[in-house]
Each structure stands twice: as structure tokens, then as C-alpha cells.
């Protein structure tokens, strides 16, 4: 990744800062959870839980014109799963950089 938070794939990266501004204001997006359903139970973010394995099946229920927000533990399986639907043409993704964890650190220090 560069310096002004851009990954591989563009500019496709967003802070929890800005999710949590997002959140705050019912902005409105599609947040996806990538983890797996064991992962989910422990803590999750509100987000519709979707495992990378399964997000293809998906697809077809993904608004090409919504903001979609995915999310992980840390941020790898979000960022293949943007590779994933970037690949099947949704141009307006993004993932959450440090995912969950950077979630617990600098927004909810009480999420396990």
C-alpha cells in the first residue's frame, strides 16, 4: 500500500475512522462481514455475515450502485473479496483497512 491509502487495486481502502463517520450518519451501504460464522459469534460490527468461500454465491444480491464495505479480522480476506467483486464488474467497494481489529483499537476498545 502507498502512503494516501491506496492498495493495489485503487483507491479501495477506507479508515474506521470514516466507517464508524459513516456508520453515525446511516449513510447508506452494504456492509459485509468476510470471516467465518465461529469468528462472527465472538464479535462482529453489525455487518451482514458472508464468508469469503461463500461471497461468489452472492453476488447476484449486491447492488451494483450501493456503497459496499467489507470487512475482516485484519483486512486481507476484505481485500481479496474486493479483488473478487471488482473482477465481477461492482466498481463501488471498498475494505475496511486493519478490519475488526483495528476497529477494537481505535474505535470499541470493549470488542473482543
Excluded at 50 to 59: K, M, S, V, Y
Amino acid at each position: 500500500m502507498n502512503k494516501i491509502g491506496m492498495d493495489d487495486a485503487g483507491i479501495n481502502e477506507i479508515s474506521v475512522q470514516e466507517l464508524h463517520a459513516l456508520m453515525q450518519q446511516k449513510a447508506d451501504f452494504r456492509l459485509i462481514d468476510v470471516r467465518e460464522p465461529e469468528e462472527y459469534a465472538i464479535s462482529h460490527l453489525g455487518g451482514e455475515l458472508i464468508p469469503l468461500a461463500q461471497l461468489p454465491l452472492h453476488l447476484h444480491t449486491f447492488d451494483k450502485k450501493q456503497l459496499i464495505i467489507l470487512h475482516c479480522k485484519a483486512g486481507g480476506r476484505s481485500l481479496q473479496a474486493l479483488h473478487l467483486l471488482k473482477a465481477a464488474g461492482f466498481s463501488n467497494v471498498k475494505h475496511v483497512a486493519g478490519g475488526i481489529l483495528a476497529w477494537a483499537k481505535e474505535i470499541d476498545p470493549t470488542i473482543a
